[in-house]
């Protein structure tokens, strides 16, 4: 069974920075391939940014050059730095894990004040 735990969200203001992380139990972490995924009020979960097994990365249009995603495969963690903050990235932000199925996390709240 795979659990993730994340962690980092917060408050801050616009231009400012955050650091996600998200914790996996199991051991399927190394093979599985991974992503941050957002919801913000009314509005349907978006993707954010994925990393594959390998390390490749895709970013949604909208965080290209701002978001940054990593992943610890020793340490079971993946992490998403954000920078130079919009109140548009406001939401909670989920982390997910797929494998021979798909995983979620819990969510984290991410507000970005104006």
């Known amino acids: 069974q795979v659990q993730l735990v994340e962690s980092g969200g917060g408050l801050v203001q616009a231009g400012g920075s955050l650091r996600l992380s998200c914790a996996a139990s199991?051991?399927?972490?190394?093979?599985?391939?991974m992503g941050w995924y957002r919801q913000a009020p009314g509005k349907q979960r978006e993707m954010v940014a994925t990393i594959s097994n390998s390390g490749s990365t895709n970013y949604a249009d909208s965080v290209k050059g701002r978001f940054t995603i990593s992943r610890d495969n020793a340490k079971k963690t993946m992490y998403l730095q954000m920078n130079t903050l919009k109140p548009d990235d406001t939401g909670v932000y989920y982390c997910?894990?797929?494998?021979?199925?798909?995983?979620w996390g819990q969510g984290t709240q991410v507000t970005v004040s104006s």
């Open positions: 199991g051991s399927i972490f190394s093979s599985a391939a």
């Open positions: 997910n894990l797929v494998f021979f199925g798909t995983y």
